[in-house]
């Protein structure tokens, strides 16, 4: 199989965009990049709007009143109500942020610092006798900054767990969330399982006890279709790096009466109301989250990329991935001694494919199929608690874009075999 | 984008000063340059003594801090809301924010806004539509307010915009 | 006078490595940039640099075990090793930030966040009793987040004054610093004045009474050669994007033995030791503080810029830009109806000359100016405290940099005098 | 990078196995990957009875979990260091960890050295250099400890590591 017999998307032809993917490494071998989840590559397209605004209409945005800067903000401007197109939402409900961590950690800081804000922040008040939900699966980026809120505040950090099978574990839905629940934080598709986790459900539930819900969208975003309003979360991050954008660039989106009633996280220029030596006013959402001068170009060569995402069409995207996660899961699933961690069917998961080789540390594997010019990420993948619950100390993991070909998964497959022979592991051994 | 009628209004504002009596008073900040204006409104409610979109904008009155274009735009808001309704009002208001924001394309509406169409120049400088609209927004939540306001009885706005 | 006479720096010659310079606005004019201080020109080499990152090495840093994300860790941490010997530190010393606001929101909240860190960052307490110390030449990035610490905590803000010469008024030094002071936090260089602060003696002060002190050099080391060491501060921050770099990126430079005692401050991977579901430890600095994928395009072009001025050769860059501000400083100041706010002479200033035309607001000047070309910024340049210090709402402020030349200064003085000429004010008006 | 030596020590290591009566012990992981090493060291004291540089590293053992090169770079460790002095240990401790950071280039001390003379390789890729010091990190650590630690006494150091 191709991927040609898809008729939807011609990988070959997109891969033509990505300058890197032409390159070899070790010894001559042509780069097959298996590591997405960690970081996209960027086509030229994306490259380009950022050196063109860096060329042309380079100042700083909201902050000047000649040519430049109102190209400049313009540019700026134009880029969010691109961004916030591409998920459904409004210009004024996405914030800029520097990354989908930091996206996070401004929710979190903005509910422990509304505790010495005005009433106007009472909403987002939390302490002792309050909780907060996560899961086993979560990144640390989405674990860390709660775990330190509940240290900040006094609130009590709660947890899904996941089942052997890689999905998320309802079971325990009606006990876990509750009148005391402030905001449940929860991946949307799993960086290590590929899971893609049923949120509705969970935001229903919430819902009913007034509580938030933040998305991690690191992994969803860049891969289907996202409509936050389809989606009824409260709060929904990702990063620009992981879908084809420039790095130094995340997203925060946030429901507008919510954003409005949230105190600022970090303080500065460019997010005040009126400012007194002892004493400030913040502007209104978005200006109020982002403070200081802004990653203007990153903002433009984000806009490109889901320019360019939309140009392909992200249910292409989608299906595409849906094949060829398909084929790899079977391809790898039906290696001996392999043991992929996650959902095994297709269904409800996207193209991120974890697991370990029987007796070959995942160091070991990565060094082989580096060997062969594969890029996997080993590790934990910042998920300790989710390796821990699988028994496993790290993992190795291949993760798949729009650019990824069916050639590439047999690649990876041949590679994988390749390190069994070379440690003397595996079938025939 | 500085239109004659522009650079008079600026030189010679009307209206400028604040007044008593007044039913709404708001005070805006232009947060990028620290421009200020105060500004008061009086309604005189409709013959049905209603203070609603039939009463009658009976005076405006203001005080200001800024650039050309802020102040200008405030004598020019005086000069075309004084004496019309708060209804009518509104439309030149809308009007006039939407020409704002046309970026200079499109054609302002001249029997709606009169001297304000000299402000269409303004709307291709981002940074300055701020300025024009400073007034605006200020005459908008002062009205909002008088709206609020108890009644002072029929004729007294109009004697107190005397 | 010719740049040329100074033999030191050929402003001409630097000018054909930014682009952007060679455009023009307004129907045609020239563009005169005079607004550097808001954000500088990048120039080709740091935009190759970046771009090269991009389409050769690109890959998430510290985090994989293939090729490229060798490559990448190993641009990323030569760039952090060039960028501190760019400021005589050592490369652990140096965190990146996206822009020099989050890094003095860094220091503010590691300092809130010790009252519920463990033991090990007592060292960085601060409460009610405790006071804070800033100045009233503070750019909002450098007062607001000290202010909101205050909240957070109940420690007190107090302040410098400024004199009306623009100086920082150190007649109560010894009344402003005193055994309550837990941090003084201070411009280097102020961006609307221009003033170069006597750092050394406020850090002498505050070091008698084991304050620490935070210098806001963003307006510093991207025009003169700054030196940690001999500066004798603890903390340092700056921007990328005003010295030549990219924008989404700034530094803090802390001593290494307070950069090991802080707690972090936005958290999540690759920050972390070890991680529980319900706990976490950290890693060491400068990772403590780098949570998630970090901006390593971003830290490499800002190493190329430092490359860049370095072969420029900093002292030159100081000596042409006194030269050139000497030069203004007379020409501007000479013009009837202008008052320059700041001081007038050339001595421990740099190359931001703000200032007031007799009845006209700076808004209608800088349109005048916008209209010949010239881009300066208008308003109260993040500095509203100040502002009102001067009695003005705003001001209109001209910055120099290495590209600028002696022709341009004499634009300005050109166009002040049209602005003049146009609102009838002014001589002969 | 996976020289024999390395596979050998790998498939069968040397000292595997936490071994009493032990000075100093210490725990080390590597946050990027989590693999972990506990590390025991038992010192005899030199003919002075003193527990510094003079001491033998009469013993050590370790367990752990981790990848070919970690756990190779520990058995060699073992090999190299029991039965050496502090602080010829110590030296052969610098010379790897010298080794470790020379990206392939220099010319490792054979005589120093020995089969850990293999592991130049692992040095050229830098994501994979701190497998190969994991166990001599703890070893250190452990070392330190066991310096400060109370005596035991002439003897008891080989009898325990027999
Ligand atoms: C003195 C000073 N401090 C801080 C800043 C804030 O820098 P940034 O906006 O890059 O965070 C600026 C510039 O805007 C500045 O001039
Ligand atoms: C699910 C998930 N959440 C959060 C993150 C953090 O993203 P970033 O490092 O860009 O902040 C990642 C990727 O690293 C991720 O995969």
């Known amino acids: ?429 | 984008m500085y239109q004659e009628i522009i650079l008079d209004h600026y030189r010679n504002p009307h209206n400028k000063g604040l007044r008593e009596p007044h039913d709404g008073e708001a005070h805006h900040i232009n947060p990028t340059c620290g421009d200020e204006v105060t500004l008061r409104v009086t309604l005189t409610p409709s013959p049905e003594n209603a203070l609603d979109g039939s009463a009658t904008v009976s005076d405006v009155s203001y005080d200001s801090m800024g650039c050309s274009i802020s102040q200008a735009s405030a004598s020019v808001l005086t000069d075309l809301l004084i004496g019309k309704t708060v209804d009518e009002s509104m439309r030149v208001l809308d009007e006039f924010t939407e020409m704002m924001h046309s970026k200079g394309v499109g054609e302002p509406d001249e029997d709606v806004l009169e001297d304000a169409v000299a402000f269409v120049g303004v709307s291709k400088y981002p940074a300055r539509i701020k300025c024009a609209l400073l007034a605006w927004m200020a005459w908008k939540d002062a009205t909002v307010q008088s709206m609020q306001s108890e009644p002072r009885g029929g004729g007294d706005g109009l004697e107190g915009a005397s």
Chains 1, 3 share one sequence.
């Open chain 1, 1 to 429: 199989m191709t991927e040609r017999e898809l008729g939807l998307l011609d990988a070959e032809k997109l891969r033509e965009d990505f300058e890197i993917l032409s390159r070899t490494v070790r010894d001559g071998r042509p780069l097959v990049y298996l590591d997405s989840g960690a970081t996209s590559q960027k086509p030229r397209q994306v490259l380009d709007a950022e050196r063109e605004f860096y060329e042309r209409h380079n100042a700083a945005v909201h902050r000047g009143a000649h040519q430049l800067a109102e190209e400049a903000t313009d540019g700026y401007e134009a880029a969010r109500a691109t961004i916030a197109a591409f998920i459904g939402a409004q210009a004024n409900e996405v914030v800029f942020t520097k990354n989908t961590t930091e996206a996070i950690n401004l929710v979190a800081y903005a509910m422990s610092n509304s505790a010495t804000a005005g009433e106007e922040h009472a909403r987002f008040r939390i302490g002792p006798g309050d909780e907060v939900v996560v899961s086993e699966m979560e990144h640390h980026a989405n674990l860390v900054p709660w775990q330190e809120l509940c240290r900040r505040t006094g609130a009590t950090l709660r947890w899904f767990s996941v089942t052997d099978e890689g999905r998320l574990d309802l079971a325990n839905l009606d006990e876990l969330v509750n009148e005391r629940t402030k905001i449940v934080a929860l991946a949307h598709q799993s960086n290590v399982l590929g899971t893609v986790n049923p949120v509705r459900t969970v935001i229903a539930k919430a819902h009913e006890f007034g509580a938030l819900v933040l998305l991690d969208a690191a992994q969803s975003v860049p891969h289907m279709p996202v409509d936050v309003r389809e989606l009824g979360a409260d709060f929904l991050v990702f990063s620009g790096h992981k879908m084809l954008g420039p790095n130094g660039i995340g997203v925060l989106w946030g429901r507008p009466e919510l954003l409005a009633a949230m105190p600022p996280f970090i303080t500065g220029g460019s997010m005040i109301g009126v400012v007194y030596i002892d004493s400030a006013t913040w502007a209104d959402p978005p200006q109020r989250f982002e403070a200081g001068v802004p990653m203007a170009p990153q903002a433009v060569g984000l806009a490109a990329a889901c320019d360019y995402l939309s140009a392909v069409g992200m249910e292409n995207v989608r299906a595409y991935e849906h094949a060829l996660t398909g084929y790899a899961l079977k391809q790898v699933g039906a290696l001996d001694g392999v043991r992929i961690i996650g959902p095994v069917d297709g269904e409800a998961r996207g193209g991120t494919i974890s697991f370990v080789v029987e007796d070959i540390h995942p160091h070991d594997v990565g060094q082989v199929l580096d060997d062969q010019g594969l890029a996997v990420r080993v590790g934990h993948h910042c998920a300790w608690p989710l390796h821990r619950r699988y028994n496993v100390v790290a993992t190795t993991r291949a993760s798949l874009y729009l650019y990824n070909t069916f050639a590439d998964v047999d690649a990876l497959v041949e590679g994988i075999k390749a390190a069994q022979r070379f440690f003397g592991t595996g079938p025939g051994a």
